[in-house]
Nanobody
């Protein structure tokens, strides 16, 4: 059974930084692409970033490009999201996700496994 556990959220002022982590267990982590999504109150869950199984390729939503960096450490079964230059509009619950199989997707419905989420709040 796949388990994903996020950590690293919190309250930060605009312009600040946070690093989110997502620890995975249950199957061979290095075989699977990973994604980060976020959901603000009253809004749909949206794509933030994704990374291929090897870490060779990364993908970002336009809203975070140049500010966020996704990375992974397959030896630690962990994927990271480094968030810099945070803005109040980045406030949301952040989720990591893993597809059951298949290529990178920007759509939440393509992902089978989800963490419980971690709250990120950016004050102005």
């Amino acid at each position: 059974q796949v388990q994903l556990v996020e950590s690293g959220g919190g309250l930060v002022q605009a312009g600040g930084s946070l690093r989110l982590s997502c620890a995975a267990s249950g199957r061979t982590f290095s075989n699977y692409n990973m994604g980060w999504f976020r959901q603000a109150p009253g809004k749909e869950r949206e794509f933030v970033a994704a990374i291929t199984w090897s870490g060779a390729n990364t993908y970002y939503a336009d809203s975070v490009k140049g500010r966020f960096t996704i990375s992974r450490d397959n030896a630690k079964n962990t994927v990271y999201l480094q968030m810099n230059s945070l803005k109040p509009e980045d406030t949301a619950v952040y989720y990591c996700a893993q597809r059951k199989y298949g290529i990178i997707s920007y759509y939440a419905y393509d992902y089978t496994y989800w963490g419980q989420g971690t709250q990120v709040t950016v004050s102005s």
